[in-house]
């Protein structure tokens, strides 16, 4: 069975960097997009960034805009997140997500586990 996992969370300063990378084991998904999302406690599940493998177009959420980057990743079917201005407001688990190309949490039927984000003022 194919799962996805996540990779690279952690504790940050404000203004800081880290980049998430997930990755599916156990096979490969042929779906047409990979998206990144959060949650943090109490909230609902926010977007953050979407990334579309046949056009390499890619959206963000408007909190996100100008400081995070989506891109593929080293391995196949691999996508990244590069976190940059971290913000203790960005604190958060950051769940991956694999379906069809969009901001809704409806169009993404594989997710991840998570990996926690915590950003220290």
């Known amino acids: 069975q194919v799962h996805l996992v996540e990779f690279g969370g952690g504790l940050v300063q404000t203004g800081g960097s880290l980049r998430l990378t997930c990755a599916p084991t156990g096979g490969i998904f042929s779906t047409p997009a990979m998206a990144w999302f959060r949650q943090a406690p109490g909230k609902e599940r926010e977007f953050v960034a979407a990334?579309?493998?046949?056009?390499?177009?890619?959206i963000y959420g408007d909190s996100v805009k100008g400081r995070f980057t989506v891109s593929r990743g080293n391995a196949k079917n691999a996508v990244s997140l590069q976190m940059n201005s971290l913000r203790p407001e960005d604190t958060a688990e950051y769940y991956c997500a694999a379906g069809r190309f969009g901001s809704d949490t409806g169009f993404y039927m594989h997710w991840g586990h998570g990996t926690q984000v915590t950003v220290s003022s």
């Open positions: 990334l579309e493998w046949s056009s390499g177009v890619s």
